[in-house]
């Protein structure tokens, strides 16, 4: 599976983007698909994770209430609606195949750089 996220920019705080992650292959909605972001100078951190048929969702604290994660299975993607952006948002955000842990596993693929800014 080859992943392509795209959609993210620079926004000021409390702010709105909606990252998009487009999926090769044919086994898509086999597939928790989770979103991952890492920060200059620090670790890759889970985001958000998306059950196989879209009905059930977990994210990290920090963005609970402000960050949706949704999929479109006939599309073979995955997106992130991100409102209420904050500083520490700012981040290159990947999408990325997740296992029931929420542990990523598989490609990375490029990721889109989100940049919270005044």
């Known amino acids: 599976v080859q992943l392509q996220a795209s959609g993210g920019g620079l926004v000021q705080p409390g702010g709105s983007l909606r990252l998009s992650c487009a999926a090769s292959?044919?086994?898509?909605?086999?597939?928790?698909m989770g979103w991952f972001r890492q920060a200059p100078g620090k670790e890759r951190e889970f985001v958000a994770v998306i059950s196989r048929s879209g009905d059930s969702t977990d994210y990290v604290d920090s963005v609970k209430g402000r960050f949706t994660v949704s999929r479109d299975n006939a599309k073979n993607t995955v997106y992130l609606q991100m409102n209420n952006l904050k500083l520490e948002d700012t981040a290159v955000y990947y999408c990325?195949?997740?296992?029931?842990?929420?542990?990523?596993?598989?490609?990375w693929g490029q990721g889109t750089q989100v940049t919270v800014s005044s």
């Open positions: 292959g044919r086994a898509f909605s086999t597939y928790r």
């Open positions: 990325v195949r997740t296992n029931g842990d929420n542990q990523p596993f598989g490609s």
